[in-house]
């Protein structure tokens, strides 16, 4: 007794077979194959529907090109555009004004396409149709698909739709076609296929801007390279190649003409100064001719020249300065609004300019252009936006700070200048009243005239800086059509379809086990319960009816079936041996677990060993053994027990040798207190005296408790469990009767087992210490036996072999 409460407290050790689980994997290979098999169909029809993706590159190198004419003016100052510059290039290439004009560069006015059976195509760059516009308002016209067919050499027909309803219109070629605002001729192709049918659609460069920026890809092709990789992609290759070198063109012009602004707008302030001093200089010639005939004085003297040379030199240098002052007062006006293409209009190297002011306007400037960019792709409220902005503060702060200090410097040489002035026009005013005009009128005749000389020569220095500008950047690479699909990528779809594929079936195989609620095999009773299997009775060959009557005769005594039953009756024998008669109890959780027919197998297989067995219906509510035997039930147990009939009248003989039995008798309204009952001691009492087995076919213990007095005075108690029909909680229920009734002869069979490894445990019972001692069976036939060739009876049915389908 104290040996069994030490092994129902623990159970044996339990170790993972990885050979087992890999054959339980490979058991069921047909759903692995089924599930590859549809994942790589599924593969092959995605990559037949899905249209092909073709993409071509190119190579732009950014370069910060000067003039190539050597220093010729301080006009413009450039400098590196910061490490942001990739950025703002990036969404300079990538906006909608840049790939606008390069759509224009385009054959974009009409797109053909070719039906198949699949999907649409589209021809481009073929033009089998030679379409002539002859009303087209690029606003307004018709952007419908049209269909053309050929009909003869004259005539054709368009299939289009007007407000959603389709119309065939039968045409004659080169004749003016009107399909709503827009009109058009088409000239006959010449020799085309009739059966053929070309589609056809009018454009406008707006269409193509965001499916060309939708497949426009730019990136660095290494960190801090200013070289980048552009990409396109697009269903059509050709068209991919010649969108991306136009966007690459229209990009060196966009920046060739940002560039040329700078120059551009000093030469327009220049022009602006000297359309004034024109009329200045003509109006002061003018003046000093007619001076010079109403005085009849043709030149003054040595000295007034003198002052007026001096005069006019301080003058002119006043009237360059006070340019400046125009000039940086234009400068910090467009600085503090915040004005994109800024430029110094005076001459940054005169001494009297902070040298770091041109580097500060143009960093300035290239913020305010690149913020101008970030803007079409982030919020004012981004992080990239909010940084810039902060950078563009720090650097406004800093140029008008020195703008400011420029000023100063500039108005104390101008102040300068002035007290020198006065000096000279107090010696000029001690001569003579017409030499003193004279020299008036000739002072600012030449003065207007220097510094128009002066400015004529910024322009030109100007003009020269912007006919030598280049693009900052340049075309390594250019984009060439390439006719392999990137997207869908073939081999990648079939090898995720086969990976898929293979998870999807391992998946499937392991998601019925984790689903699986019940018992197969022997191990998975042993990792739930300590108590011992005494056999595995293996499932019937054939159908059974629903009374069992064709297992009685053992009608395959040379099946596996047969000798599994038979091994269980071997295992019997070593439970209870010291007595000569056994009460065996079978019962089981609940009903159509097998208990009945476990005890009518074990009653006969038992009486062919001359055992005098009596098999004892005592489930009073819902007993099946009158329909095995095939004798009515009208007399059995419960009449005994309720005192209506003798032992004799109800124990019948069956047809073979040895075995009786007694049915259950018509159900009675208290089977739980019959069974209870002395009568029912004393009638077990006296079977000892006759039968060598007293086999009893109890009621579920798991639906009511009728079968709990026969359990406690039985010799050997078998809990049948079902493989495939008993679920995991039905192993636990002996140990705890066991334990709960103090019971010691407790044992269970496995009954209706078929091999089936999907289902097996993948664990390998290890028994040691008290279970190495503990109960031994000497088979439970759950290998490969059948091929052995010792159970003829049982003839494996290969799924090949055709002849058991016309069985």
Not at 178 to 185: A, K
Not at 268 to 294: A, H, P
Not at 589 to 596: L, N, Q, R, T, Y
Not at 623 to 634: A, E, Q
Request: with cysteine.
């Amino acid at each position: 007794m104290e040996e069994t409460e030490n092994l129902q407290k623990k159970l044996p050790n339990q170790e993972v077979d990885y050979f087992k689980i890999g054959k339980i994997l490979i058991s069921r290979w047909y759903w692995v194959a089924g599930s590859l098999a549809v994942f790589v169909l599924w593969s092959y029809i995605y990559v037949w529907y899905t249209p092909k993706t073709f993409a071509t590159g190119g190579i732009m190198k950014l370069e910060e090109k000067k003039s190539e004419i050597a220093d010729l003016s301080n006009v413009l100052a450039t400098s590196d555009r910061g490490p942001s510059r990739i950025q703002s290039e990036t969404s300079v290439l990538q906006s909608p004004a840049v790939i606008l004009n390069a759509v224009k560069d385009l054959n974009y006015p009409i797109s053909f396409f070719v039906e198949g059976r699949v999907r649409t195509s589209e021809l481009y760059p073929q033009k089998p149709l030679d379409i002539e516009k002859v009303d087209f308002d690029s606003l307004n016209f018709y952007r419908d698909i049209i269909s053309y067919k050929s009909l003869n050499q004259n005539n054709f027909s368009l299939t289009y739709k007007i407000a959603g309803k389709e119309t065939v219109k039968n045409c004659s070629y080169n004749k003016p076609i009107t399909l709503g605002p827009t009109t058009f001729m088409i000239s006959y192709p010449g020799d085309i296929n009739k059966s053929s049918v070309i589609l056809f659609k009018f454009n406008a460069p707006e269409d193509f801007v965001w499916r060309i920026r939708g497949g426009l890809r730019v990136a660095e092709t290494a960190k801090n390279s200013n070289v980048l990789a552009i990409q396109v992609t697009d269903a059509n290759p050709q068209f991919a190649a010649d969108a991306l070198n136009a966007v690459m063109n229209e990009y060196l012009i966009y920046d060739r003409n940002r560039k040329t602004q700078s120059a551009t707008q000093m030469i327009d302030f220049i022009d602006s100064q000297l359309k004034y001093l024109s009329n200045e200089v003509k109006g002061s010639e003018k003046s000093i001719e007619t001076f010079r005939q109403k005085n009849k004085l043709m030149e003054v003297s040595a000295a007034a020249d003198a002052a007026l040379t001096k005069a006019k030199d301080l003058e002119a240098q006043q009237s360059i300065l006070n340019l400046q002052l125009i000039a940086i007062n234009d400068v910090k006006n467009k600085i503090s609004k915040e004005k994109n293409n800024l430029n110094l209009n005076f001459d940054a190297g005169s001494g009297q300019v902070d040298p770091n002011l041109p580097i500060l306007v143009t960093r300035l400037d290239n913020l305010l252009n690149e913020r101008t960019e970030l803007l079409k792709t982030y919020t004012y409220n981004s992080q990239p936006i909010q940084t810039i902005n902060k950078n563009i503060l720090e650097i406004k702060s800093s140029a008008l700070t020195s703008l400011t200090n420029t000023y100063n410097t500039v108005k104390r040489n101008m102040d300068f200048l002035s007290s020198q002035l006065a000096v000279v026009n107090k010696q000029i005013s001690m001569f003579p009243g017409a030499e003193r005009d004279m020299i008036s009128l000739r002072r600012d005749f030449e003065i207007s005239e220097k510094v128009y000389s002066f400015l004529s020569e910024k322009k030109l220095e100007a003009q020269i800086t912007r006919s030598g500008i280049l693009p900052g950047a340049t075309i390594i690479e250019r984009a060439q059509p390439n006719f392999s699909p990137v997207s869908p990528d073939e081999h990648d779809i079939h090898r995720t379809a086969i990976v898929f594929g293979l998870a999807a079936g391992l998946g499937l195989i392991i998601l019925i086990r984790v689903l699986n609620p019940y018992i197969y095999d022997k191990e998975t009773i042993e990792s739930l319960t300590a108590i011992p299997i005494i056999g595995v009775i293996r499932k019937f060959p054939e159908a059974l009816d629903e009374d069992n009557s064709q297992v009685l005769a053992i009608s395959k005594p040379k099946s596996i079936f047969a000798e599994s039953v038979r091994s269980v009756r071997t295992n019997l024998s070593f439970i209870a041996s010291e007595k000569k008669s056994k009460i065996i109890c079978i019962t089981s959780e609940v009903a159509g677990e097998g208990k009945s027919f476990v005890a009518v197998n074990l009653s006969s297989t038992l009486s062919l060993i001359d055992k005098k067995v009596v098999l004892i219906a005592g489930d009073l509510r819902r007993s099946k053994l009158h329909r095995t035997f095939g004798v009515p039930n009208d007399t059995g147990l419960s009449s005994y027990l309720a005192h209506q009939t003798a032992l004799e009248d109800i124990i019948s003989h069956s047809e073979q040798e040895n075995l009786d039995f007694i049915v259950s008798g018509p159900v009675p309204p208290n089977p739980s207190e019959l069974l209870h009952s002395e009568r029912m001691k004393e009638m077990i009492t006296a079977l000892h005296l006759k039968y060598d087995i007293i086999m009893i076919d109890t009621a579920p213990i798991g639906l009511v408790s009728d079968s709990i007095p026969l359990i406690r005075m039985s010799d050997i108690n078998i809990f049948v469990i079902r493989s495939g029909k008993s679920k995991y909680y039905s192993a636990t229920i002996p140990q705890r009767i066991a334990q709960e009734y103090h019971l010691d002869n407790t044992v269970i069979v496995l009954n209706a087992f078929a091999e089936d490894l999907l289902h097996s445990r993948y664990y390998t019972t290890r028994f040691t210490g008290d279970y190495s001692n503990r109960y031994y069976y000497y088979s439970d036939y759950s290998g490969n036996y059948e091929s052995s060739g010792y159970y003829i009876d049982d003839e494996k049915k290969k799924w090949w072999n055709m002849k058991r389908w016309f069985k």
